[in-house]
C-alpha cells in the first residue's frame, strides 16, 4: 500500500501515484479560514470543538488530525513558531469571531475594540506599540495598518529596512524545528512541508512589518511596489542582505529538519493579477530572478526537497522563468486568472512544475457555484492535472469563511468520491 508520503514523492517527481495527493492546512496559503473551518468539520459529523486560530492575520483554522484522517489528506505543515504578528501560536484563549463563531487564540492575540467595532491587533502582542492590524466591524481576517513615517523615502537604508524584518533562527527555535520535525515524521505517514520565512523577497505579506513596533523604510503597498522603479537599488540592496540571511538559515533551518521534509515554501511574493502579471518578465529577471536562484541553487544542492512558490494571478508571461530558476511547485494555481486554464497549463509546464492548488475556484465556484458545480469543477481539475503526476490537489489560495456549508460538503464529497 502506498503511504501518503510516497505518494506525494511520486507526484513531485512527475509519476503519477495510485491517487492525487491532498493537501488542507499544511501552509498559510493552502488553509481554511476558522469559520468555514467550523462549518466544514460540522457538514462530515465531526466532534465539536473551538477551531484554533494559527495565523491570526488570515485568522486561519489548525486542521486537526480528525479531519485530515476523514478526508485522508497527505500533507502536513512544520510551521515556524511565530505568527505573522510575531507572537507565538499557542498558549490558547477562548475568542468569538465576529459571526458568533466560538474559537481559540494564541495567547499573544491582546486586542482592543473601537467604538465601531473595529478589532486592533499589535505587534509581538504589545500594546505600547502602534497597532499594525484592523479587522473591520463583521470583517473575517485583518488588514495590514500601513505605519510609513513621513520621511521614509528621504531615509533609504537597506540595512534598516532587514534588521527591522529577518533575523537568524535561535537555538531555541532550531530545537523546537527539529524536535517537531521528527515527531511529525515518525508518528504520521503524510509528507511534511517546511514554511521557511526568510526568503519571500518582496513579500507584500511581510512589506507592512506586521510584527514591528516602529518599522522603518518604505512600508507602504503602492510605495513599495513604486520603489521597485524610483528606487531599484534600495530595493536590490535589502534583497542581498536578505538573501545572505536567508541562505545562513537556509543551512540552519536543514540542520534541524534535515530531509523529514519533501518540499519547502520559499515565497509568497505575488506577481499576477486577475488580467494579467503586474511585472514584465524582463523587470522580473532584473530584480527578482537572481535572487529566487540563488536559494533554489542552494536547496537543489544541498538537500532533496523542491522549492513551493506561491503567486496569484496571471502567471503565463512568467513561469518560463520561474522553471529556468529552479522553481519546482507553483502555487495558488489561479485558474481564474486570464490564460489560466488547467489543461492548458498542464500541456505547457506540467512536465516542468508541479501544481499544487487549482483544485477548486474559491473567487467563484466554490462560494456561489451550486453543490453539483462545485462537485463537477473538482472532478474535472483532478482529471486534467493529475494525468502524468506532477499535481498536489489544494484549494486556490485559501477556503473563505463564508463558503456555503452544502458547498464545502460536496467538496468533500467529490474528493472522497475521486480517491
Known amino acids: 500500500m502506498v503511504t501518503s508520503r ?59 488530525d ?42 499573544g492575540f491582546n486586542t482592543e475594540r473601537d467604538a465601531n467595532g473595529d478589532l486592533y491587533q499589535y505587534p509581538c502582542a504589545d500594546r505600547a506599540a502602534p497597532p499594525s492590524g484592523r479587522m473591520p466591524a463583521g470583517g473575517f481576517y485583518h488588514d495590514a495598518i500601513e505605519r510609513q513615517r513621513p520621511d521614509a523615502e528621504q531615509r533609504l537604508i537597506p540595512e534598516e529596512w532587514v534588521r527591522d524584518m529577518y533575523r537568524l533562527y535561535t537555538d531555541e527555535e532550531l530545537q523546537s524545528l527539529e524536535d517537531r520535525s521528527r515527531t511529525l515524521h515518525e508518528n504520521t505517514s503524510r ?11 518582496g513579500d507584500i505579506a511581510h512589506v507592512p512589518g506586521l510584527a514591528i513596533r516602529q ?6 503597498v503602492a510605495d513599495w511596489y513604486m520603489a521597485t522603479a524610483l528606487h531599484p537599488e534600495y530595493v536590490r540592496g535589502i534583497f542581498d542582505l536578505q538573501l545572505e540571511i536567508a541562505l545562513r538559515n537556509l543551512a540552519l533551518y536543514h540542520q534541524a529538519v534535515g530531509d523529514r521534509i519533501v518540499a519547502v515554501f520559499l ?26 536562484r540563488a536559494v533554489n541553487d542552494w ?22 522563468d520561474f522553471v529556468d530558476a529552479g522553481v519546482d511547485i507553483v502555487n495558488p494555481v489561479q485558474i481564474s486568472a486570464a490564460g489560466m486554464e488547467p489543461r492548458s497549463l498542464k500541456e505547457r509546464w506540467g ?25 463537477a469543477h473538482i472532478r474535472d481539475n483532478l482529471e486534467i ?27 468533500a464529497q467529490a474528493l472522497r468520491a475521486w480517491r
Request: glycine content about 12%; overall charge negative; some cysteine.
Open 215 to 220: 518599522p522603518r523604510g518604505i512600508r507602504a
Open 299 to 320: 536547496v537543489h544542492s544541498h538537500t532533496s526537497w523542491k522549492t513551493f512558490y506561491h503567486s496569484c494571478g496571471s502567471m503565463i508571461s512568467l513561469y518560463d
Open 385 to 411: 492535472f493529475g494525468a502524468g503526476g506532477g499535481f498536489v490537489y489544494s484549494a486556490v489560495h485559501n477556503i473563505q469563511a463564508t463558503v456555503p456549508l452544502e458547498n464545502l460538503l460536496a467538496m
Open 267 to 292: 515565497s509568497g511574493t505575488d506577481f499576477g493579477a486577475q488580467s494579467g502579471s503586474f511585472i514584465s518578465p524582463r523587470a522580473y529577471r532584473d530584480l527578482y530572478k537572481p535572487y529566487h
Open 351 to 375: 512536465e516542468k512544475l508541479t501544481f499544487w492548488g487549482g483544485g477548486v475556484d474559491t473567487q467563484q465556484v466554490l462560494p456561489f457555484g451550486t453543490p453539483e458545480e462545485v462537485s
Open 66 to 107: 480528525d479531519l485530515l484522517d476523514a478526508l485522508d489528506v497527505d500533507v502536513i505543515g512544520l510551521y515556524e513558531e511565530n505568527t505573522m504578528f510575531g507572537f507565538p501560536a499557542g498558549g490558547w484563549k477562548p475568542f468569538t469571531l465576529n459571526n458568533e463563531t466560538s474559537a481559540q487564540v494564541p495567547g
Open 6 to 64: 510516497e505518494r506525494v514523492a511520486l507526484a513531485l517527481s512527475h509519476t503519477e501515484p495510485d491517487r492525487v495527493p491532498l493537501d488542507l492546512g499544511s501552509t498559510a496559503v493552502t488553509g481554511i479560514m476558522a469559520t468555514a473551518l467550523g462549518k466544514l468539520r460540522s457538514a462530515l459529523g465531526l466532534e465539536p470543538r473551538r477551531v484554533r486560530i494559527h495565523e491570526p492575520y488570515q485568522m486561519l483554522g489548525q486542521v486537526d
Open 191 to 201: 509528507a511534511i512541508i517546511g514554511n521557511f520565512g526568510t526568503a519571500g523577497f
